[in-house]
């Protein structure tokens, strides 16, 4: 052991430097390999569930219980998350289905659609949706709403044929609103079934575009206006996203969901609330993410194998000598693994402090731009830790078979180079 | 003391086996200075690594103190390298990354000695050598006749039984090759046996007893 240690400690050091930082160069991509080819598959989908998260759910979601039209007892919940100081904000959502109609100004021709579409109209309280969600970050053109704006509208980009990314996909079924932008009049109609359609116009304030769905596909007005719309019920809400510590959010929602039993309300946290196919999505983004780490995990066998083959293998007449004084091969195998310990160590240590202290926190600040998410790098110092266990485990084997290859080769045909 | 019995060692196979040993036998008693000479492809240095373990012959038998070498395993052969062995080879067979001191105190670190005792014995050996000035030298740092004396002081360091040398002189200028014997016979007049293979008669006639091999057959072997 200790000459093992003696003579790995003098050949790093004394080593060709270029060589060894090499090595090490290839350990550091290796690893990076390892962990951020996989931790930006995974961004791409975790991306998409923070921005779920951030701007739509918060940490706890409140919706209608199955099959009802809204949360039962709305307003003792309300009451309930007003004194609870585990919530930091909480926004209250009226939401219900209308139709939307985008030209006033003149009848639709004969065999022409009429420009019309339909979506959930939502009724918030403009400062408590900001506060939870922040809604003005979603605004692409125009403003937000305001509590006194009487009259206005946010309309979600999907519902327009201007700022639709599907817009020119030509989607049987799909219909967009054309010629409607900042300052357009909108007729919106909600049918009350009995009662008959309520009718109001409106004029569009901003348009709301979100990587969230469920935002940009969504219409925006005061909760005063929608309850002026809407006859009954109008203190039972749908929806309500909640603001909290992350760790309070278990306990919450176990608070919540004693108080409020299912059938008053589904009451969920983010990650439970988001819809099962993205829940797929990240599963197959798991298994892509190992089978690309898989890959380079055989990579980096194979290379820290060459690596150390090489060098064992221009010092094979040394190798020879030093078994010809005396030194056992135990020694020198284990000199060569040290050396290969030294190198998958020092590459894993610069990939970890490049993936958390540059990578990780630059693509926080400039997340990749992908259709339905922000791309984030996800890598946790206990996934980081797991790689560079199996890097290293890997690393150790990969260097102590070539090592003992070379090793056991006959001691003088070493010496003599034969 | 060292023995061989009718060794016997090849090369080879068939048509194309070359004998290289034709059943030698010898004994080296300890404190003896052994020269070994002869033309090239006489067989010298095939005949001190059988007698050195770092190869296996064909058929017979070499004896360590009376003891039967040949069925040892590799490990057994190693420890008996480091613990009863030195060897100078002809190229100096320093390790590059290690300097003087370092080299010279390897075998004593693998005999199991602490790093600093193994520097102190090392010190001592590189001193009778006359490098008490280049410790920390790396073999890059030092000329041919001075790595030399370092894998002489390397050889020496940890006491051993017998000491090889294979051609030391061989790559030496004349007066580098006259420090190496003048080593070489003050380590014997201490009492150190050595068994040294030459082409050099000059050099061979220092030793106390000239082996001479021609063919893979002793022709002579003669006390000086």
Redesign the interface.
């Known amino acids: 052991m200790?000459?093992g240690w003696?003579?790995a400690l003098?050949?790093i050091?004394?080593?060709g430097k270029g060589t060894t930082a090499l090595i090490i160069f290839i350990m550091m991509l290796t690893f990076l390999n390892l962990v951020v080819v996989s931790g930006l598959l995974l961004g791409l989908i975790t991306g998409s569930f923070v921005q779920y998260r951030e701007n739509y759910t918060g940490e706890v979601f409140i919706s209608s219980a199955p099959g009802r039209e809204h949360i039962e007892r709305s307003q003792e919940l309300i009451n309930y998350l007003e004194n609870d100081n585990r919530v930091t904000a909480f926004s209250p959502r009226y939401t219900v289905s209308a139709t939307v109609l985008g030209t006033l100004n003149r009848l639709p021709q004969k065999n022409e659609q009429t420009n019309e579409t339909g979506a959930r109209i939502v009724g918030i309280d403009a400062l408590a949706e900001e506060a939870t969600t922040k809604l003005s970050h979603s605004i692409k053109v125009g403003e937000t709403l305001h509590p006194e704006d009487d009259g206005y509208i946010l309309i979600g980009a999907n519902l327009l044929k201007k700022y639709s990314a599907f817009a020119d996909a030509n989607i049987p079924g799909v219909v967009f609103l054309e010629d409607v932008d900042v300052g357009s009049r909108v007729r919106v109609t909600i049918n009350q079934g009995d009662e008959g359609p309520v009718v109001k116009d409106f004029i569009v304030k901003g348009v709301v575009k979100s990587k969230v769905d469920e935002i940009s596909s969504r219409m925006f007005v005061t909760n005063d206006v929608i309850k002026r719309l809407l006859p009954i019920n109008k203190l039972e809400i749908q929806e309500i996203a909640i603001r909290t510590n992350h760790d309070n959010v278990p306990q919450l929602v176990s608070d919540l969901k004693q108080l409020f039993p299912p059938k008053d309300a589904r009451i969920q946290t983010s990650e439970e609330s988001i819809p099962s196919f993205l829940r797929d999505i990240e599963t197959t983004m798991g298994v892509l993410g190992n089978a690309l780490s898989s890959i380079a995990l055989v990579v980096a066998t194979i290379t820290v194998f060459i690596v150390i083959f090489i060098n064992a293998v221009t010092k094979r007449?040394?190798i020879g000598?030093?078994?010809?004084?005396?030194?056992?091969?135990l020694?020198i195998q284990f000199s060569y693994v040290l050396m290969a310990i030294f190198y998958g160590a020092m590459g894993s240590a610069i990939g970890t402090a490049l993936t958390f202290g540059v990578l990780k926190p630059y693509f926080t600040a400039n997340p990749i731009n992908f259709p339905f998410s922000d791309g984030i790098l996800v890598a946790t110092p206990s996934g980081a830790l797991l790689r560079i266990a199996i890097l290293m485990a890997v690393t150790v084997l990969a260097g102590y078979i070539p090592a003992k290859l070379i090793v056991r080769k006959n001691?003088?045909d070493a010496?003599l180079g034969r | 003391m060292i023995s061989a019995k009718n060794i016997v060692k090849s090369y080879g196979k068939g048509e194309l086996e070359l004998v290289v040993l034709k059943n030698i036998s010898l004994e080296i008693k300890d404190g003896e200075f052994v020269a070994i000479i002869g033309p090239s492809g006489a067989g010298k240095s095939t005949l001190l690594?059988q007698l050195s373990l770092?190869?296996e012959p064909n058929s017979g038998e070499v004896y360590f103190n009376r003891e039967p070498m040949l069925g040892l395993s590799?490990?057994d052969k190693?420890?008996v390298?480091?613990?009863e062995?030195?060897?100078v080879?002809q190229d100096y067979?320093l390790?590059?990354?290690?300097t003087a001191l370092?080299n010279v105190s390897?075998?004593i670190?693998?005999q199991g000695l602490s790093?600093s005792d193994a520097a102190k014995k090392a010190a001592v050996a590189l001193k009778q050598v006359g490098l008490a000035d280049k410790f920390n030298n790396?073999p890059s740092q030092l000329s041919g006749g001075q790595q030399q004396r370092v894998s002489i002081a390397?050889?020496i360091a940890h006491e051993p039984h017998i000491l090889f040398a294979d051609e030391p002189t061989a790559n030496l200028d004349t007066a580098s090759s006259q420090t190496v014997i003048e080593n070489f016979l003050d380590l014997h007049r201490n009492g150190q046996t050595i068994v040294m293979v030459t082409h050099e008669k000059e050099y061979a006639k220092k030793a106390t007893r000239i082996i001479e091999l021609r063919d893979g057959v002793i022709v002579s072997d003669k006390k000086n």
């Open positions: 200790r000459v003696f003579l003098r050949q050091r004394r080593g007449k040394f000598i030093m078994k010809g004084i005396g030194i056992s091969p020694s001691t003088l010496i | 690594y770092l190869d590799q490990t190693t420890s390298r480091l613990h062995m030195g060897f080879f067979a390790l590059p990354e290690l370092e390897l075998p670190i693998m790093k790396l390397r050889a």
